[in-house]
Nanobody, 129 residues
Framework: QVRLVESGGGSVQAGGSLRLSCAVLTTYAYAYNTACMAWFRQAPGKEREAVATIDINGRTTYAASVKGRFTISRDNAKNTQYLQMNDPKPEDTAMYLC????????????????????WGQGTQVTVSS
């Protein structure tokens, strides 16, 4: 079965950096390599929100709150996507989840959680002052 596994979370001081990884564990990873992928996050008591998306051409979109600080990327050879978090702030503290589609190559509508058919279990990121 298809599974997404996040890693790289942990505690970091404001102004530091952190890189999250999401591995696509399936023999059919090519389907996800040609589709939109994304990172979402959810803080306690808050709704799940989109952080960034990336399509098959490497085109990206970002939430206004992270633009200029976070960078999403993908390495299809490794069946992995990443979220580079630079200058993290305490308000970035949340559970970060990897999301993937298996059919749509572009990310129009990709800021909606219902767009995706596969989700990881999440990795916690805690940012301290």
């Amino acid at each position: 079965q298809v599974r997404l596994v996040e890693s790289g979370g942990g505690s970091v001081q404001a102004g530091g950096s952190l890189r999250l990884s999401c591995a696509v564990l399936t023999t059919y990873a090519y389907a996800y390599n040609t589709a939109c992928m994304a990172w979402f996050r959810q803080a306690p008591g808050k709704e799940r929100e989109a952080v960034a998306t990336i399509d098959i051409n490497g085109r990206t979109t970002y939430a206004a709150s992270v633009k200029g600080r976070f960078t999403i990327s993908r390495d299809n050879a490794k069946n992995t996507q990443y979220l580079q978090m630079n200058d993290p702030k305490p308000e970035d503290t949340a559970m970060y989840l990897c999301a993937a589609d298996s059919v749509r190559p572009y990310c129009t509508g990709g800021f909606q959680a219902t767009f995706y058919n596969r989700w990881g279990q999440g990795t916690q990121v805690t940012v301290s002052s």
